[in-house]
């Protein structure tokens, strides 16, 4: 089992739709999870963090945690052609490990 | 800030021949990465280093790979040998001893291995 999954999609949603990203994680112990956005042939950036079950919001981006079930998820309201992107799920395991990401495209 | 600096960008060699790639963190960045990203595995921890001090080398792939970090705003990747499979982009990503857990990326070298 893989430290980090995710759906590799691609997934494709129109613009002003809400797109839902997956990620599960196999250790326990992680205490901290992210997500970062990369675009085609330039690096990851960090745009979500989230430690606590529950949902963190921050502008049209939610993240949802849950220890129990071991998941996260990303969920982007009101999508964007500019929100077509690659995304990683990573988990902080005392080191940062990084899913295979997830493509988004948002359909105009 | 400038950012985290990575070269080549961009580089081609043969097989068996020796590829050093390059890093500076950003300044005061107590943390440097070392990743490996390709479609098949996509984004994989090579090593990572506190204050110069390598913490964690268990992703680098083989002895073909070796990284040094000689003082604080300097980094090195080598292979050696370099192989086909080799062929990938590598990431450098630093972070804060405050922040430690966002890290920011430098480009990327698009590595290539005929």
């Known amino acids: 089992q893989k430290e980090v999954e995710q759906n590799s999609g691609p997934l494709s949603v129109p613009e002003g739709a809400i797109a839902s990203l997956n990620c599960t994680y196999s250790?326990?112990?992680?205490?901290?999870f992210f997500w970062y956005r990369q675009y085609s042939g330039k690096s990851p950036e960090l745009i979500m963090s989230?430690?606590?079950?529950g949902d963190k919001e921050d502008g049209r981006f939610t993240a949802q945690l849950n220890k129990a079930s071991q998941y996260v998820s990303l969920l982007i309201r009101d999508s964007q052609p500019s929100d077509s992107a690659t995304y990683l799920c990573?988990?902080?395991?005392?080191?940062?490990?990084f899913g295979a990401g997830t493509r988004l495209t948002v359909k105009p | 800030d400038a950012g985290v600096i990575q070269s080549p960008r961009h580089e081609v060699t043969e097989m068996g021949q020796e590829v050093t790639l390059r890093c500076k963190p950003i300044?005061?960045?107590?943390?440097l990465f070392w990743y490996r990203q390709t479609m098949m595995r996509g984004l994989e921890l090579l090593i990572y280093?506190?204050?110069?001090?390598?913490?964690?080398d268990s992703g680098m792939p083989e002895d073909r790979f070796s990284a040094k970090m000689p003082n604080a705003s300097f980094s090195t990747l080598k292979i050696q040998p370099s192989e086909p499979r080799d062929s990938a982009v590598y990431f450098c990503a630093s972070s804060s001893d405050r922040d430690s857990e966002k890290l920011f990326f430098g480009s990327g070298t698009q590595l290539s291995v005929l």
């Open positions: 250790d326990r112990g992680s205490q901290s």
């Open positions: 990573a988990v902080n395991r005392g080191d940062m490990r």
């Open positions: 989230i430690y606590s079950n």
């Open positions: 280093f506190n204050n110069n001090v390598p913490i964690d």
């Open positions: 300044s005061g960045h107590d943390y």
